[in-house]
């Protein structure tokens, strides 16, 4: 579900598109729109609402004066589902119609080693960040680390090799479309048992507090690449 504390992306897109000149908001004066496209990670899974990333990330940019609003699509287990959310939804065409005053933090391909080959991972990022690029909507891209099994010959196709190739990934595709990059959405998370929830996996409130506070200084960076080519 595309959320905005209780919003629609849609309704959001049109509710600016209705403000007229003698609106008290106009188009530089709305508030910059973080679309977070991801997985359970970024959408906190198991995480009461009010203590989402989502939320301490709004109320932590706020605080440093650089207030926006951000715009939670839900959950996208894989970069084949963000790509297809991106590409042919409703929402995802309005993104690329209407992409100014808009940044994406992109955190994807945790959940494709069990189900997609690294190639096709690699292939939906590209395409992901390549029509973004178009549109000129600056991105975060935001890596993880292969889970241990992904390098398991019981995942015929990907290969011993995977989990090396699977984190250089992200770095190597931010650098080719000039993208912003956090490598890794846990860091300061993993190995901290305290931090997880008990899947020892997902963060828990106090990880996630982490997560943004660790995060937060190259996402106000891409708060200040909206509008610059």
């Known amino acids: 579900m595309t959320k905005v504390l209780g919003v629609s992306f849609v309704a959001l897109a049109a509710a600016f598109a209705m403000l007229g000149p003698t609106s008290n908001v106009d188009a530089e004066d709305a508030?910059?729109?973080?679309?977070?496209?991801?997985?359970s990670y970024i959408n906190s899974y198991g995480v009461a609402p009010t203590e989402t990333f989502a939320a301490r990330l709004k109320s932590a940019l706020a605080a440093a004066?650089?207030?926006?609003?951000?715009?939670?699509l839900g959950y996208k287990a894989t970069s084949r589902t963000g790509?297809?959310?991106?590409?042919?939804?409703?929402?995802?065409?309005?993104?690329?119609?209407?992409?100014?005053?808009h940044a994406v933090i992109l955190e994807l391909g945790q959940n494709d080693c069990a189900r997609i080959k690294l190639d096709e991972t690699r292939a939906n990022l590209d395409h992901i960040l390549a029509l973004l690029a178009e549109k000129r909507v600056p991105v975060l891209v935001v890596g993880t680390a292969?889970?241990?099994?992904?390098?398991?010959a019981l995942y015929a196709g990907h290969g011993a090799?995977?989990?090396?190739?699977?984190?250089?990934?992200f770095s190597e595709l931010a650098t080719k479309h000039g993208d912003l990059l956090?490598?890794?959405?846990?860091?300061?998370?993993?190995?901290?048992?305290?931090?997880?929830?008990?899947?020892?996996?997902?963060?828990?409130?106090?990880?996630?507090?982490?997560?943004?506070?660790n995060m937060l200084p190259v996402v106000q960076t891409l708060l200040?690449?909206?509008?610059?080519?």
């Not at 508030?31 to 997985?39: A, N, S």
């Not at 956090?182 to 901290?192: M, R």
């Open 31 to 39: 508030l910059p729109i973080i679309v977070t496209l991801g997985d």
């Open 65 to 72: 004066g650089r207030p926006a609003t951000i715009v939670e």
């Open 83 to 101: 790509l297809t959310w991106l590409a042919e939804t409703k929402d995802g065409l309005e993104l690329q119609a209407n992409p100014a005053n």
């Open 146 to 152: 292969a889970y241990d099994y992904c390098s398991s």
């Open 161 to 169: 090799d995977y989990a090396g190739p699977f984190s250089r990934m």
């Open 182 to 213: 956090y490598p890794d959405f846990k860091e300061g998370v993993t190995g901290h048992p305290e931090l997880l929830q008990a899947d020892r996996d997902h963060p828990n409130a106090a990880g996630d507090a982490i997560i943004v506070t």
């Open 224 to 229: 200040a690449r909206i509008g610059h080519p």
